[in-house]
Structure formats: structure tokens, C-alpha cells
């Protein structure tokens, strides 16, 4: 290897590693079945089920099933309307990909975002039938929002941890501050939330500061809506 060569190698920045296809077409699958749109349904189906008594008003304004009018708020504010916001992006090409790879084409599903959120929360907290720590959920969420917002300005912050990082965040949140056993749920969540990150490093989508980030807004986030509404 002539000095050139060497020279050229040394500047060289280091790549990421390269995973077999197998293995990368399962951290896809799991990146769609775990996206953070999913999570506040899953989440609030989770609370709904596991504390009903909290939840005694919405059961009485069901129309089909039990709390389908709660369910039908939270799946539209949480994923058809920011579904929505991505695709019509994309179609008028606002966005470059429905992945929204760059910070650029994160601009608009975030504002939209802050906004469906905060509705939610507003909406709740103005109704006066949800418990406390519901509307401190999304509280949490519309907080982590906007501070992911903020940091995709310097960086691209994963979505993916920010979402599980919430939840995290909010299942402490409760275990202390309600004093209920969530061990059980929060074992699963954590396992969740390694497999989501395990995923997200290997399609190369974020680098491991990024993931981290993730984690960390989202728990904080819910930490400090808590605190405010607890």
C-alpha cells in the first residue's frame, strides 16, 4: 500500500456496521410494529383495562363496546391525524419520504403533532372525566413533542425511543407516585423499548447519542408532566 493509499485510509470516517439482510428485515418489521403512532392507544387500552375504576364515566358514554368513544379520540389524535399530516406531506411535496429520514421533513409532522396533542389534552383536562394521570400522559407526550422539535434542529432525535422512552417514564411516574405495582408491564416495556433501539441501530437509521436522546426526552417528559398534574 503506497503512502497515498494509507493517507486516504487513516482520513477515512469509520462506517456503520454492515448487518445480514435477515437480520435487517426483522428490525423493519419491528420498527413498524412498534412505532410510537401505536403507542398511546396501547397505551391508554393498557390503563383502561387495568384501573376500569378510573375510567367508570367513559364506560357509561359507550355506544357499541366499552369506551369506543375513548378509543375512537385517542386512535384518530393519535394516529389517523398525524398518519394523515405525513401522507398529505408527501403528496405535495412538502416531505421527501414517508420515513421521514431528515431533520427537514420532520418540521411539519412535528408542529402537526404539537398540535393534535395539545387538543388532546386540552380536551380532556376541560371535559373533567378522565383521571389525572391520563391527561398527565399526554401532557408528557405533547411536552416530549416539543422538545424533540427543538432538538431537530441539531440533531434527529429518534422517534421510536422518544415514544417507549414515554412510556417508561410514565409507568414509574405512576409506580411512585400512585404507589401500583407495574413491575410486570415495566419488565415488558423495557424489553420492548431494547428491541426498538436494537432495531433502530441496526437499519442505521440513528446513531446511539440519537437513541439515547430519545429515551431520556421521553422519560423526563413524563416526569415532569407528573409533577404538574399527578
Not at 21 to 30: D, H, I, N, S, T
Request: proline letters at 5%; aromatic letters at 18%; one cysteine or more.
Amino acid at each position: 500500500m503506497n503512502k497515498e493509499s494509507a493517507l486516504h485510509v487513516s482520513e477515512s470516517k469509520p462506517e456503520w456496521p454492515v448487518f445480514p439482510a435477515a437480520m435487517r428485515a426483522v428490525a423493519q418489521v419491528l420498527s413498524y410494529i412498534l412505532h410510537p403512532l401505536f403507542i398511546p392507544t396501547l397505551v391508554t387500552f393498557f390503563i383502561v383495562q387495568s384501573l376500569p375504576e378510573y375510567f367508570v364515566t367513559f364506560k357509561q358514554y359507550s355506544v357499541r363496546f366499552p369506551y369506543d368513544k375513548l378509543y375512537f379520540r385517542v386512535i384518530s389524535i393519535s394516529l389517523f391525524f398525524p398518519l394523515l399530516t405525513v401522507l398529505l406531506s408527501r403528496a405535495l411535496h412538502f416531505v421527501d419520504s414517508f420515513y421521514l429520514r431528515s431533520q427537514r421533513d420532520r418540521i411539519i409532522p412535528y408542529i402537526a403533532s404539537i398540535i393534535y396533542y395539545f387538543w388532546a389534552f386540552y380536551t380532556f383536562v376541560r371535559e373533567g372525566v378522565a383521571p389525572s394521570f391520563f391527561n398527565a400522559f399526554f401532557l408528557g407526550i405533547f411536552l416530549a413533542v416539543i422538545a424533540a422539535f427543538i432538538c431537530n434542529i441539531f440533531v434527529k432525535i429518534s422517534m421510536h425511543t422518544l415514544g417507549w422512552g414515554g412510556v417508561i417514564g410514565f409507568l414509574l411516574a405512576i409506580m411512585v407516585g400512585m404507589d401500583i405495582n407495574v413491575t410486570i408491564p415495566l419488565v415488558i416495556t423495557f424489553f420492548i423499548a431494547g428491541l426498538v433501539a436494537t432495531a433502530r441501530l441496526v437499519l442505521a437509521a440513528h446513531s446511539p447519542a440519537e437513541i439515547y436522546a430519545g429515551f431520556f426526552v421521553g422519560i423526563l417528559s413524563q416526569f415532569i408532566a407528573y409533577s404538574i398534574l399527578g
